[in-house]
């Protein structure tokens, strides 16, 4: 399987606290890849990093064969890495239509209607008013509207429904494709494992799993599972 994102030695430190520990990943292009773990494992510093939001202290991040490592946040974005965190991945004081028109940049926005039919009927509507469900799909929504070559998503189904997380997980699963890579970043394991097809696990900043969701639920070590 073809890589299209890895990371080598990869150190992060706030101040004197080192939160990553010379991390090795690699993340297979058109694949979903799952990173699990605790709060506090260093699952959305890996990915803050990855996102140019975090400069790390030591270490590589290569994408599609180019050196990102000095790469910032913008730079990322523009050549098509997109970041959607947890909650916050919409323009609370905007209306559903604005976010949509925002994160279409003068294309069609149906695709996003089509995907989350509820959000036709939010169009008036402040995204900030919006449930907890309907906000991650206005913000899933970016990535259906833009053309993502690698997507980040954060807690992704924190504290939602098992349906509506059920249905988000539908809709970001159809996004790795042979030209786009999607890495996941849930505490809570279980639609992530049904959708990914490689899981890592952190815990206190280093590696402790890594292979596939049927290896992962049967490995001995249960310290990094939710």
Same mark, same amino acid.
């Given at each position: 399987? *073809?890589? *299209? ?25 058109? *694949? ?37 490592? *000095? ?20 323009? &609370? ?16 926005? @149906? ?15 402040? &995204? ?22 690698? #997507?980040? #998503? ?13 249905? #988000? ?16 970043? @849930?505490?809570?394991?279980? @639609? ?35």
């Amino acid at each position: 399987m *073809a890589i *299209a994102l890895s990371v080598t030695g990869l150190r992060v430190r706030y101040g004197p606290i080192e939160a990553l520990h010379g991390v090795d990943l690699d993340f297979p292009s058109g *694949a979903v890849t799952a990173l699990v773990g605790r709060n506090g494992s260093g699952r959305s510093t890996l990915l803050n990093t990855l996102a140019g939001l975090v400069r790390p202290s030591a270490g590589r991040v290569v994408w599609n064969g180019t050196d990102i490592t *000095a790469w910032p946040a913008d730079r990322r974005a523009r050549e098509g890495l997109t970041l959607i965190p947890e909650r916050g991945g919409v323009f &609370a004081g905007l209306a559903v239509a604005d976010n949509l028109r925002l994160f279409a940049d003068g294309a069609d926005v @149906e695709p996003a209607l089509t995907a989350f039919p509820i959000l036709a009927e939010r169009m008036s509507q402040r &995204a900030g008013t919006l449930s907890g469900g309907e906000q991650q799909m206005l913000a899933v929504s970016r990535a259906l509207l833009t053309p993502a070559r690698l #997507l980040l #998503l954060d807690e992704l189904s924190q504290g939602l429904a098992p349906r509506i997380a059920a249905r #988000l997980y539908e809709v970001v699963t159809t996004l790795a494709t042979a030209d786009r890579t999607v890495i996941l970043v @849930e505490q809570h394991t279980g @639609e992530a494992l049904e959708r990914a097809e490689v899981v890592y696990a952190l815990s206190r900043g280093t590696v402790t799993f890594r292979g596939d969701p049927t290896e992962y639920r049967t490995h001995p070590d249960t310290a990094h599972r939710s």
